[in-house]
């Protein structure tokens, strides 16, 4: 029999209720019925080895182990993937719950794709490196070795907002568990996307897509910035009932703690050079306030905030006036700000939805080395344009 922790997730202390429903249904046999029941009797929140069922059961490990699958089955005890940080597959645990429940969003597996033997490329580099594949970016990841990429810089087709030639969806659950692979250790993920509105109110999609990153890839959710645009192609009415939507979400995760970080500080001090802002003051070890002997003035420029506005629109976000047959590219600037925010020179950045190109022609101008995927041949040949010396 397999191992796997089992959880009982019973509501009352006293009595282990075991449902008539549950009692009464013929599907399950009555070892399964039994196991049930013993589950439900152990205190609340108490954790057993699926292995030692044995222990408690005079059945053999083989009809133990098929009456659990019947629980299992009908969903009375839910099967839950296990997987470290870095998205690999670690064992399931089981939990029980006092009455049967809907499968949550998060049992469903996410395998990471394995079309394509990683292990097998042995120069990754050679196949990967300053390379645009007119493919689904989950090809390109599986060329792909673990900890690999510095800076994954991109924006997902969203709610069907454009079309993309059709590929406007995407294997999304499949494609974060891939990034999160491919990242490097303190590696970055700029994920920058919005909500549609369906039936006037707004998806959420983007907070489900942070969520799943943060809660199941097990990536730190290391700051949810703000990209500001100056126009935007649905302004409200006076009639309407919504303020007109002007910014998307720039959701930067990291692999444990981000390794770059080169602050951009462009923002200036209205009282630069100036120290008199009265006497500073700090806490001895006595805990008495004393003043602060160095005080340093106030610098020229400090670090901008996390709300980023960028002039977008034709001729605006790029010069490339061609480029512009792609429905959606966002600013060169914005791409280029975060490479150099998360990224050093020599430093891999990818772009597993690379559009126009945008993320890797600064990546390319900046000395960074790009890789980029995108499904659809028309983009890729604006992409080859934009590249080209
Ligand atoms: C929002 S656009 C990216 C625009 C890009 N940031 C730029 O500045 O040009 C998303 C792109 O992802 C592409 N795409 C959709 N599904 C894909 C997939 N599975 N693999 C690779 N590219 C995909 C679409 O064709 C579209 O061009």
């Given at each position: 029999m397999e191992s796997g922790r089992i959880q009982n997730l019973r509501t009352d202390y006293n009595y282990?209720?075991?449902?008539?429903?549950?009692?009464?249904?013929?599907?399950?046999?009555?070892?399964?019925?039994?196991?049930?029941?013993?589950?439900?009797?152990?205190?609340?929140?108490?954790?057993?080895?699926?292995?030692?069922?044995?222990?408690?059961?005079?059945?053999?490990y083989y009809a133990l182990n098929q009456a659990f699958e019947e629980l299992v089955k009908h969903r009375i005890v839910h099967k839950v993937e296990v997987r470290d940080?870095?998205?690999?597959?670690?064992?399931?645990?089981?939990?029980?719950?006092?009455?049967?429940?809907?499968?949550?969003?998060?049992?469903?597996?996410?395998?990471?794709?394995?079309?394509?033997?990683?292990?097998e490329i042995l120069n990754p580099d050679d196949i990967l490196i300053n390379k645009v594949f007119n493919e689904d970016c989950l090809i390109t990841m599986s060329k792909m070795p673990d900890n690999y990429v510095d800076l994954v810089l991109t924006s997902p087709p969203y709610d069907h907002l454009r079309s993309y030639n059709g590929n406007n969806k995407f294997d999304f659950e499949k494609i974060a568990v891939e990034l999160t692979r491919i990242i490097k250790n303190g590696g970055v993920i700029v994920w920058i996307v919005g909500d549609g509105i369906y039936k006037g109110s707004e998806t959420g999609t983007s907070f489900k897509q942070a969520l799943f990153f943060k809660e199941y890839c097990g990536l730190r959710l290391h700051d949810t910035m703000i990209f500001e645009k100056n126009t935007t192609?649905?302004?409200?009415?006076?009639?309407?009932?919504?303020?007109?939507?002007?910014?998307?979400f720039m959701f930067v995760f990291s692999k444990g703690k981000p390794k770059t970080v080169n602050l951009i500080a462009d923002k200036e001090n209205r009282w630069k050079g100036t120290t008199n802002f009265g006497q500073k003051t700090d806490r001895d070890e006595n805990d008495q306030l004393v003043p602060v002997k160095k005080f340093k003035p106030i610098p020229e420029y400090s670090p901008r905030t996390?709300?980023?506005?960028?002039?977008?629109?034709?001729?605006?976000?790029?010069?490339?006036?061609?480029?512009?047959?792609?429905?959606?590219?966002?600013?060169?600037?914005?791409?280029?700000?975060?490479?150099?925010?998360?990224?050093?020179?020599?430093?891999?950045?990818?772009?597993?939805?690379?559009?126009?190109?945008?993320?890797?022609?600064?990546?390319?101008?900046l000395n960074r080395k790009y890789i980029g995927s995108e499904i659809v041949k028309e983009y890729c040949e604006i992409i080859a344009k934009r590249l080209q010396p």
């Open positions: 282990s209720t075991v449902p008539t429903k549950i009692l009464n249904d013929n599907r399950l046999s009555a070892t399964a019925k039994g196991i049930l029941a013993f589950l439900l009797s152990l205190p609340s929140n108490h954790n057993i080895n699926k292995k030692d069922l044995p222990k408690y059961f005079k059945e053999g940080k870095k998205g690999h597959f670690k064992g399931y645990e089981y939990v029980v719950h006092e009455f049967p429940k809907k499968r949550f969003g998060e049992q469903k597996k996410v395998l990471p794709s394995r079309n394509f033997r990683k292990s192609t649905y302004p409200s009415k006076p009639d309407g009932i919504r303020y007109t939507a002007s910014f998307e996390n709300i980023w506005k960028y002039i977008t629109g034709n001729g605006y976000s790029t010069e490339d006036k061609f480029a512009h047959q792609h429905p959606a590219i966002f600013p060169e600037q914005l791409a280029c700000d975060h490479i150099l925010t998360w990224t050093n020179e020599g430093d891999i950045v990818y772009d597993c939805f690379a559009g126009s190109g945008t993320v890797l022609k600064m990546a390319k101008q």
